[in-house]
């Protein structure tokens, strides 16, 4: 490429590839200059001055080193870059190449999250982050699927070039989300033909046994083979190049689950005498006959009064019986085992093409295929599927773009992108398409056909673990993402300007419905105090049933921006942008919405006037300033302040319109002595249940009409110091305020206290059960000190550090949470739910690194050495990561009591003993922290607060070996040996944390132990 400079002697390549480069000058009257070898990364703007001298055009070219790559003189972005060499090299469990993201600052990573959206950047919400793919939307638009990631397409390793994770203070070129923008980039085609094979498998015989108790102390088994081959090279020389990768997963893990608690085998006899010490309070209750109001004789219930249904579920031959003593001893725990299936083939090809010296075309095609099987934690039909993650998950991916980058003049460029993203995602139920409910166990009148049976209905024993299936599957979801975009790029004088706009249209197809098959749910004080009692007569204290409904959403997203970084001094540089954002409110294709209103107590449906039932919001102006200061050779001073918008909408099914009355009816019947016809496991809900339904027993989901989008104000204050050629230091204040975060709460929760059977008629709106409100109030702050140390790869050997110190409020958990405070305790105090952040760690420290020893040919020790010895000695390679964190906070709950029915959609939780300390001397799995400070409630509202104990930390070293086997000019193997947390060490998982449940306290899983993974890999 080549361009000439302005008067002012600035220059600029806009839009270039990221890889390697050299810049030179020429100009009669002067002595060439060119640079050292500049590395350009995803997002880079790198500044290189040339300084030209008089002379001939013919003398000898004047180098000038680029000692100061790293420090990012003319931005004031905060991000990290994640080259190719270290997404090749460094060790990467089953090589997800996403797991990088976790070694820039101020990253947190929670396994346990669900929707794999498990990394909150800077505090920002897990789901807020904005994924791209050659620079267009690679989000999953999914507004409520389950699965395994948020971005649509996930490159193999040996695919993508590099990427960038720009955290905080981004020009306006980006947006979309409120969290970071994580930038991916796939390998081009060059002159030259080169290519990669690999193979990495894993095996069970060479993993060290967990910490998880496991049966018999037989270790899960593990079945690991990832291949894959990918080659690159010209079409046509210096005109037309094509790169292809392909990769195969093919997976059989064994799983051991965490402790559940399943009926003693005196309970599953109808005994109820001497229950055991730590048995769960709700279970130890002796059980009262309901038709007598006395105890039952000698604690017994008699098979002769047990429900037939109840006969049969525990009559079934797969029913689990306690099987964890003495490894645990908590009365009733289950340990669970079973294997993890995966299939997966995904595929890219690229084409790159010269149209002319002026216009450089390119085109991507990227497709995954996936089949995944989660065994439920119970044999059979069990089940006790407690999410909808287990069972069977097929996934389809596509994402296609193509782009031209057109030189209008040497300083004024445009780029055209179009786009588009399919993800068809399916979450089928591990017994699908088995007998249906009512054939299986005799209950009459629940949901059955080809789309919905799936085995056993729910169970819900409060006190134990569910069993049966998990109503709400079968689910899917199918989003499909059009895109086009175009960016203009101009030099003028000092100015260095980029304007452009996007528009994104998204339509999904959803399928995600609660209690699709039916919940029959046993609670404390309803029918013989105790719910497995009741659970034996089948005298259920209520009935959830929802209907099957397919909804199509669909939203358009506007995009415009205009940003001018303005070099104000040679060493000074402003960036400035603004950036308008609109977003249309979802609505559905047949117009198939509704939503509660609070105004008028009543349901709004949708029409052709009025398609959204929420005014949009329009005023979503988001400008971003900032500035780089080189106020030394070495030393670069940046700040930045910005506002982002969050438009895409993952927050479950619960803020779907779609899924409400009339169109979907979510039921949940109340049951109690004073019931007339109450439902029994024995006689089913009636056949028509929705129609003969109380009105005040339909729970519906409700909208702000003025609900605003999610912003977040971001800035930073940040020093660069370069302390030798390849090495910088960065120190830097970052801060965060989110506003108008959506937050969930129950509308139609009574202000006063009573049992279920006085619930309906003490809710504001007695004509309807729970409303499930969103609106845009939930806030959250952060604030951090985050550094870094960073070495360029140099002499062999890349080196990066990152530390974070951190501290977040916020007054409403995120959807996905798996510590959960979605709802509110009371609905009408959000003011005693702010507290710190759920998904903020107070420190935070992540090395990772890759050395290549210095022996053998080409290195400084030994280079003559003979060929025998340097085969033995060269070329040895050694990589690491090393993770520090301390743990995430979570809320210590409780179960309602009798008196204190207040409606769902409300996390409650547990009272404080006055005096008590929670704090115990050396937490440890056997007690986390002091149960004896904490009782159950007996109001509505405990008086612990949200997020007061600190859970588990994490420390891990993954390392990993690697030696080159060269066969010939630019063509070797290299063997690598990986193993994750190398030392065995054990990283326990949060504690039980629901007062009153057996094991209260106590930590029943740890993350898995020691794994060896090893791989082959040819290069030529």
């Keep these: 490429a080549s361009t000439v400079t302005n008067d002012q002697g600035n220059y600029s390549f806009p839009d270039l590839r990221a890889g390697n480069y050299e810049v030179s000058a020429t100009i009669a009257g002067f002595r060439p200059a060119k640079s050292d070898a500049l590395v350009l990364r995803v997002g880079d703007r790198l500044r290189m001055d040339l300084k030209l001298e008089p002379g001939q055009v013919n003398e000898q070219v004047t180098v000038i080193a680029a000692v100061a790559q790293l420090l990012e003189t003319d931005t004031s972005t905060r991000s990290q870059d994640i080259q190719s060499r270290q997404i090749e090299e460094l060790p990467l469990n089953k090589r997800d190449y996403s797991q990088l993201v976790l070694l820039a600052p101020g990253t947190t990573y929670n396994p346990d999250q669900r929707l794999g959206g498990a990394i909150s950047i800077n505090g920002n919400r897990t789901l807020q982050n904005d994924y791209l793919l050659d ?59 080169h290519g990669t094979g690999w193979e990495f498998f894993r095996n069970d015989d060479m993993d060290a046994h967990g910490w998880t108790p496991t049966l018999g102390g037989v270790k899960p088994k ?87 249904v109840a006969a049969r579920v525990l009559s079934y031959p797969q029913f689990p019986v306690p099987n964890a003593f003495p490894l645990i001893t908590t009365p009733g725990a289950y340990i669970g085992n079973g294997t993890n299936t995966v299939r997966s083939d995904k595929f890219d090809v690229r084409i790159d093409h010269y149209l002319t010296s002026k216009s450089r075309l390119f085109g991507r095609y990227s497709f995954s295929d996936s089949t995944t099987f989660r065994p439920p934690p119970y044999p059979g039909y069990v089940e006790g599927s407690f999410n909808d993650q287990f069972g069977t998950t097929p996934i389809r991916a596509q994402s296609a773009v193509i782009g031209d980058t057109l030189t209008l003049t040497p300083d004024t460029i445009l780029d055209l992108r179009l786009g588009y993203t399919r993800l068809g995602a399916n979450v089928l139920p591990p017994n699908y398409g088995s007998p249906s409910s009512t054939s299986l166990l005799g209950i009459p009148n629940l949901p059955q056909g080809p789309k919905v049976n799936a085995g056993w209905p729910e169970f819900n024993v409060n006190g134990l673990n569910q069993f049966g299936s998990t109503t709400s599957q079968p689910q899917y979801q199918i989003p499909n993402t059009y895109l086009a975009s175009g960016v203009f790029s101009l030099q003028r004088g000092a100015h260095s300007i980029r304007a452009g706009s996007d528009v994104t249209y998204i339509q999904t197809a959803i399928l995600d419905v609660s209690a699709i098959r039916g919940v029959f749910s046993f609670l404390p004080s309803t029918w013989t105090g105790n719910p497995w009692g009741d659970f034996l007569l089948g005298l259920p204290g209520a009935y959830t049933q929802t209907g099957f409904f397919v909804a199509y959403n669909r939203n358009q997203i506007y995009n415009f921006f205009v940003q001018d970084d303005y070099r104000i001094l040679p060493n000074l540089t402003l960036n400035l942008g603004l950036r308008y954002e609109y977003g249309t409110p979802i609505y559905e294709k047949y117009n198939r919405l509704a939503n509660y209103s609070l105004t008028t107590g009543s349901m709004i449906l949708a029409s052709d006037s009025n398609r959204y039932l929420v005014n949009p919001d329009r005023l979503n102006f988001a400008p971003r300033i900032g500035l780089a200061w080189t106020a030394r050779p070495k030393l670069v001073v940046r700040s930045a302040y910005g506002i982002f918008y969050q438009h895409t909408f993952r927050q479950g099914r619960e803020n779907l319109l779609a899924e409400n009355t009339p169109f979907l009816l979510n039921l949940t019947a109340p049951q109690s002595p004073g019931t007339p016809n109450p439902i029994t496991l024995d006689s089913g809900p009636p056949s028509n249940f929705f129609a003969t339904a109380l009105p005040t027993q339909i729970s519906v989901r409700g909208n702000d009409p003025n609900l605003r989008a999610g912003n977040v104000q971001q800035w930073n204050f940040t020093l660069q110091y370069s302390l030798a050629k390849d090495w910088l230091f960065e120190v830097g204040y970052v801060g965060n305020k989110g506003t108008h975060l959506s937050r969930f709460w129950n509308a139609n929760q009574p202000s006063v206290p009573g049992t279920a059977a006085t619930l309906g008629a003490r809710r504001p709106n007695p004509g309807f059960g729970d409303v499930e409100y969103m609106d845009s109030g939930g806030g959250s702050f952060y604030n951090a000190l985050q550094t870094r140390l960073e070495k360029r790869f140099s002499n062999g050997l890349t080196l990066l550090h990152s530390f974070t110190y951190a501290r977040g409020l916020d007054n409403v958990g995120a959807w996905n949470d798996p510590n959960g405070s979605l709802y509110p305790q009371d609905a009408y105090n959000f003011a005693d739910e702010k507290a710190l952040a759920e998904n903020i760690v107070k420190l935070n420290s992540v090395a990772s690194w890759v050395y290549e020893l210095p022996f053998g040919k080409g290195r400084p020790l030994m280079s003559s050495a003979p060929p025998v010895v340097n085969a033995f000695l060269g070329n040895w390679q050694l990589d690491g990561i090393w993770t520090w964190r301390t743990g995430l906070p979570l809320t210590i709950s409780s179960n309602p009591c009798a008196a204190c029915q207040m409606g769902a959609d409300r996390t409650m939780r547990a009272n404080v003993i006055p005096g008590v300390s ?103």
């Design 135 to 193: 620079g267009i939307d690679n989000n999953s638009h999914a507004t409520s699927y389950r699965g395994d990631r948020v971005d649509v397409i996930l490159p193999s390793v040996d695919a993508v070039q590099e990427f960038r994770v720009q955290s905080n203070g981004y020009s306006a070129e980006y947006g979309h989300s409120a969290g970071a923008v994580v930038n991916v980039t796939i390998k081009n085609g060059t002159n030259q033909f």
């Design 918 to 1020: 929670p704090s115990v001397p050396n937490p440890s799995a056997a007690i986390w922290f002091n149960p004896a400070a904490f009782a159950p409630q007996t109001t509505p509202y405990g008086t612990v607060g949200r997020d007061t104990i600190w859970g588990p930390g994490l420390q891990q070293w993954d390392l990993g070996i690697a030696k080159r086997f060269s066969v010939a000019e630019q063509r070797f193997f290299q063997f690598r040996a990986e193993a994750f947390n190398t030392f065995n060490q054990v990283n326990l998982k949060p504690p039980i944390a629901t007062v009153g449940t057996a094991g209260f306290g106590t930590i029943t899983a740890a993350n898995p132990g020691r794994n060896v993974q090893l791989g082959l890999k040819f290069y030529w």
């Design 222 to 308: 593990v079945r690991f083979n990832l291949f894959g081959s990918n080659i690159g090279g010209p079409i046509v020389k210096d005109k037309t190049f094509f790169f292809v990768n392909y990769e195969g997963d093919r997976e059989r893990d064994g799983v051991i689950f965490s402790q559940q608690i399943v009926p003693t085998v005196a309970l599953q006899q109808g005994i109820f005498s001497n229950p055991p010490a730590r048995l769960g309070s709700t279970l130890a209750a002796q059980p009262i006959d309901p038709s007598t109001g006395q105890p039952f004789p000698n604690g017994v219930i008699p098979q002769s009064r047990w429900s037939p």
